[in-house]
């Protein structure tokens, strides 16, 4: 029974990590795009809105970071 509590603990916290990653990885994604389509000559958005952007984008990416280097840790 103990091995089982186990395996599951495991799980969950593996499932947690793909869930975190995967979020990260999508918000990175996201708006690396709004990144782009605001440096287009097109963009319609004021500069306050493309500076949020990049902002955020910067935030998400210190947080992917974090995470891989807190995953790093967990498996010395």
Not at 44 to 54: A, D, K, R, S, V
Request: glycine share 6%; aromatic share 2%; proline share 0%.
């Amino acid at each position: 029974m103990i091995k089982n509590n186990k395996v599951e603990e495991i799980r969950k916290e593996l499932d947690l990590d793909l869930d975190l990653g995967l979020a990260l990885a999508e918000a990175e994604g996201n708006l690396n795009h709004l990144a782009r389509e605001s440096n287009s000559s097109d963009w319609q958005g004021t500069i306050t809105q493309g500076m949020t952007i990049l902002d955020a984008l910067n935030a998400v990416q210190k947080a992917r970071k974090a995470f891989q280097q807190i995953k790093q840790n967990k498996t010395k």
